[in-house]
Every structure is written in C-alpha cells, then in structure tokens.
C-alpha cells in the first residue's frame, strides 16, 4: 500500500477541502481575507455549525425515559467511541469540560492531590499556561517542588534528554506540552514519557495537546501518559468545550464528584450533547479526507493517512513561506527578517513566526491585515513570554497555517510582507 498523496498534488481536493469550511476565503466582518490565524483558532467545519444549531433547539436531557434522552445519550457514546478510534485510545474515558485549559487545571489539580506527599512535579518552560501555571499553583498549594526543564531558546525544543538530566525517583506528577502555540514546533511526547518512566514508572503524566491536534495524528496507545487535553475550537470544531482523555489509573484517583454518585464520573452537571455530536462531525471530516488520500478501508487507518496527509501539507506551505515560491522570496531571504526558533527546524508544524529589525510587530500585523492577511502578534506576556524573553524580544509575528490554506495564499502574504519591509 503506498503512503498518503500529498494534498498539493490535487487541486480538486484542496477545492473540496474548502468547501467544507466555514469563511474559509472572507471575513463576515471585515470580507475577502487570507486566514493565517489559525494558532488563535481553526476554521470551522460547516457541518459542525449545522449540528451545534440542531441541537440546541432540543429541550431535552439526557438520564431520562423518553425517546428524546435515549437518543442524546446514544450521540454521546457514539461521540466517545469515535474519539477513541480517533486518538487511539484503547482504554480511559473521555470526558468534555468548559475548556481544554479548564481540563488541564483539573487534571494536573487531581494528579497533585493525589501524589505521595513530598514528591515533586516536572514541566518544561516551554509550555503554554495552561499546563505551567497549574503545575505551579498546584505544587506550592500540595507542597511539592517544582522542577523546571528549561527549553532550548534557539530552536524552540526541550528533549527528553533535558528531562532525563533533572529527572529522579521522587517525581510523581510530570507535564509535557505537544506543540508550541508561540513557535509551532512539536516535541517528542513518546520519547520524553520515556524518559520519565525509566527513572520514575509510577509518575502521573499529563500533556497539552492543544495546539498539536489539528496538525497531525494523535495516537495515546503509544504515548505512556496518563491524560491529554484538547481544545476542539482549535480542531476544525467550535468555541465553549474542551475535551480530555483520561487513563483508568487517573480516572480512579479521588476527584470532584458527587456524594453517592457513579465513582467512575468525572463530568459535572449535564453535559452539551451537541459539543459531542460536533466532534463526532470534526472525526468524520479526519475519515472522509483519509479516503481521499488513501485507499484505507479501516476507519483508523484512514485518520492516520488523514494526519500524515495534513502534516506534509503543512510542511510544504512552511517551506515555502520559509523558502520562497512562485519566484517570490521566502521570509528567510528578505532583510532585516528573522525566524524563531531558524529556518531549518524539522520540528516546526504549522507555524512560522518571525521578526522584523526596527519595526514592531505590531505594525506589521496591522499592515498585513491592511493586505488581506489575517496574522497575529505574540508579545512577551504571561502568555508569550517564556518564549519571547529568552530570545530578548518583546513580541513576533505568528502565521499560523492548516491544510485548507493554499500556496496561493503563501504567495499573497510574501507579497505582502515583501512590500512591507521593503
């Protein structure tokens, strides 16, 4: 069986691809526009909009007897089971929360409460706050410590060798984030639950996979950890849920729920049925591109073409952006610009930002939405900042791609930032 094609090879699938998009090419508010603000959140399927809207209109809930509660309760297992074939999962539960920083929080909470007191929780300062944050509050407010893994400013990576250099015995909770929402570039999950492992077998470990999902497959069998997090805003689905996925050992530890209720329930109060019928939506969209790049017949195997599909895509607009195209130059030949985290990162998924000597970021964002280029600056905030100050910069430009934007679109922007710069 050959590899996935790549979606650059067939116009008419990019053209379908699009399609299935909501305000893929115009703003409702500000018209024609090219969208590379997808770190901030990704286009919308339009099949997500026509199932978040029909159920909203049903009066009904679930844990009833009545038609109506039977059917909700079978489009939320139906949900569960498509995520599990999605992610991979072949055990935990998964469960949905008011965001996937929300999830994170009460993961890493949960984790920390029911560590061995005196032990300590590892993260790296790469990650998102949403991960950070907690695992900071939560160690001071459970008395752990907390061992920071400092990430390599230049290219934007923490390894498992970085970890492995601070781990010990006495680790009993660990975060690692999947990709960098400043940067886009991805970190080795596998390899660096390995390493906590090895020196730690029985430590907790949780990821943000925030940003990592919408660009490539995600497979919890392989990964060793023990919770995952994601934002479905971010993956093609809407805003106002999270969802996480829980391994057995985690879903058993002592957590909030109700007295006398179901041990296993880690959900509060009712749940949107149509928050999981829309991620029902976004997984099928993942098994009908995998068709189209593959001749799988297994529904898995198709979402994993899909995921090596859209990561090579991906790769190809970046390089471009990077390296020029259409005769264009690339970012990294224009003067006076530069690229976090260097031109020639493997690790990079998705994203490119950059800087340009004497002019704030700010002003190019504006400029470039003045172009038709929908970007976004990053600043050296409680967000940004543990990216940004090591490199001594207060704030990037971040352009932020999926497999829906077109090279054409690449081109439009260089164009742009080429005037620009000047």
């Given at each position: 069986?050959?590899?996935?094609?790549?979606?650059?090879?067939?116009?008419?699938?990019?053209?379908?691809?699009?399609?299935?998009?909501?305000?893929?090419?115009?703003?409702?508010?500000?018209?024609?526009?090219?969208?590379?603000?997808?770190?901030?959140?990704?286009?919308?399927?339009?099949?997500?909009?026509?199932?978040?809207?029909?159920?909203?209109?049903?009066?009904?809930?679930?844990?009833?007897?009545?038609?109506?509660?039977?059917?909700?309760?079978?489009?939320?297992?139906?949900?569960?089971?498509?995520?599990?074939?999605?992610?991979?999962?072949?055990?935990?539960?998964?469960?949905?929360?008011?965001?996937?920083?929300?999830?994170?929080?009460?993961?890493?909470?949960?984790?920390?409460?029911?560590?061995?007191?005196?032990?300590?929780?590892?993260?790296?300062?790469?990650?998102?706050?949403?991960?950070?944050?907690?695992?900071?509050?939560?160690?001071?407010?459970?008395?752990?410590?907390?061992?920071?893994?400092?990430?390599?400013?230049?290219?934007?990576?923490?390894?498992?060798?970085?970890?492995?250099?601070?781990?010990?015995?006495?680790?009993?909770?660990?975060?690692?984030?999947?990709?960098?929402?400043?940067?886009?570039?991805?970190?080795?999950?596998?390899?660096?639950?390995?390493?906590?492992?090895?020196?730690?077998?029985?430590?907790?470990?949780?990821?943000?996979?925030?940003?990592?999902?919408?660009?490539?497959?995600?497979?919890?069998?392989?990964?060793?950890?023990?919770?995952?997090?994601?934002?479905?805003?971010?993956?093609?689905?809407?805003?106002?849920?999270?969802?996480?996925?829980?391994?057995?050992?985690?879903?058993?530890?002592?957590?909030?729920?109700?007295?006398?209720?179901?041990?296993?329930?880690?959900?509060?109060?009712?749940?949107?049925?149509?928050?999981?019928?829309?991620?029902?939506?976004?997984?099928?969209?993942?098994?009908?591109?995998?068709?189209?790049?593959?001749?799988?017949?297994?529904?898995?195997?198709?979402?994993?073409?899909?995921?090596?599909?859209?990561?090579?895509?991906?790769?190809?607009?970046?390089?471009?952006?990077?390296?020029?195209?259409?005769?264009?130059?690339?970012?990294?030949?224009?003067?006076?610009?530069?690229?976090?985290?260097?031109?020639?990162?493997?690790?990079?998924?998705?994203?490119?930002?950059?800087?340009?000597?004497?002019?704030?970021?700010?002003?190019?964002?504006?400029?470039?939405?003045?172009?038709?280029?929908?970007?976004?600056t990053r600043t050296a905030d409680h967000y940004s900042g543990n990216i940004l100050h090591p490199l001594n910069l207060p704030d990037c430009v971040r352009i932020s791609m999926c497999h829906y934007n077109t090279g054409q679109e690449v081109a439009q922007a260089l164009r742009a930032i080429k005037t620009i710069v000047g």
């Amino acid at each position: 069986m050959l590899g996935p094609k790549l979606i650059s090879d067939d116009l008419d699938l990019i053209d379908a691809i699009r399609e299935r998009f909501a305000h893929v090419d115009s703003c409702p508010f500000g018209g024609p526009r090219v969208y590379f603000e997808n770190g901030g959140g990704a286009l919308t399927l339009k099949s997500v909009i026509e199932t978040s809207a029909r159920f909203a209109g049903i009066p009904d809930n679930q844990g009833r007897d009545n038609p109506a509660a039977k059917a909700l309760a079978q489009v939320v297992e139906k949900a569960k089971a498509d995520l599990a074939v999605f992610m991979n999962a072949g055990s935990g539960q998964f469960i949905a929360g008011e965001t996937g920083t929300e999830l994170l929080y009460r993961m890493i909470r949960t984790a920390c409460v029911n560590a061995p007191k005196g032990c300590k929780i590892i993260g790296s300062s790469i990650e998102h706050p949403s991960s950070r944050s907690a695992a900071r509050q939560w160690a001071d407010t459970t008395g752990m410590t907390y061992v920071n893994v400092q990430h390599d400013a230049p290219s934007g990576v923490v390894t498992a060798e970085d970890y492995a250099a601070l781990m010990t015995p006495d680790v009993g909770v660990a975060t690692i984030l999947h990709a960098s929402p400043v940067t886009g570039i991805g970190i080795d999950v596998v390899a660096i639950a390995k390493a906590i492992r090895a020196v730690a077998p029985d430590c907790v470990i949780i990821v943000d996979g925030i940003q990592h999902a919408a660009h490539g497959h995600l497979d919890l069998s392989t990964y060793d950890v023990d919770g995952y997090a994601i934002s479905p805003y971010k993956v093609f689905s809407r805003h106002g849920y999270g969802i996480a996925w829980i391994s057995d050992r985690m879903t058993a530890f002592s957590h909030e729920a109700l007295v006398g209720g179901p041990t296993r329930n880690w959900e509060l109060g009712t749940r949107d049925v149509g928050a999981y019928a829309a991620i029902s939506d976004v997984i099928s969209y993942f098994d009908w591109l995998g068709g189209e790049v593959s001749e799988e017949t297994d529904a898995r195997k198709r979402i994993e073409a899909a995921g090596q599909a859209i990561h090579d895509y991906e790769a190809d607009l970046t390089n471009a952006l990077i390296n020029g195209t259409a005769n264009l130059p690339g970012l990294r030949h224009m003067d006076g610009v530069s690229i976090l985290s260097g031109a020639n990162n493997p690790a990079r998924v998705g994203t490119v930002s950059f800087v340009v000597d004497g002019m704030a970021s700010t002003e190019i964002v504006q400029r470039l939405q003045d172009h038709g280029i929908r970007t976004h600056t990053r600043t050296a905030d409680h967000y940004s900042g543990n990216i940004l100050h090591p490199l001594n910069l207060p704030d990037c430009v971040r352009i932020s791609m999926c497999h829906y934007n077109t090279g054409q679109e690449v081109a439009q922007a260089l164009r742009a930032i080429k005037t620009i710069v000047g």
